[in-house]
């Protein structure tokens, strides 16, 4: 999950191959370099520690994945989007990494209160 869907998510489109390419690239590395060590911890008879060095590795990458994984919503998203489109990747970033953003107000409700407001002032300069 965190290999492709993260990062097909939260990457702007002008970066988005290279940063999936990246993910990708750190999974195939873990992958062979727990293959090396796995063959090696096996041949010398050491299975509790093939299995304690997966349990280990796996918590590591819970727990990077939690803490890089920067909270966000559609809104940040689409402050990065636009952004990283006018070439400012820098704060595209700074945008991703300073949490999610309240969605504007956009449908049947914006309206209402508009119209709620309208029929305000309407009473308003009926009064005086």
Known sequence: VTTMAISAEIFPSSVKGTGAAIS????KLGATCGSYFFAMLSEEGHVNGIFWTVTATSGLALL??????PAYNGATLD????????GKLGEAVQALYSGPREQPTVGPDANQDADAGDMESERSAQRV
């Open 24 to 27: 990708a690239a750190t999974g």
């Open 79 to 86: 402050l990065a989007q636009g952004l990283a489109d006018q």
């Open 64 to 69: 990077a994945t939690a803490a890089l994984t």
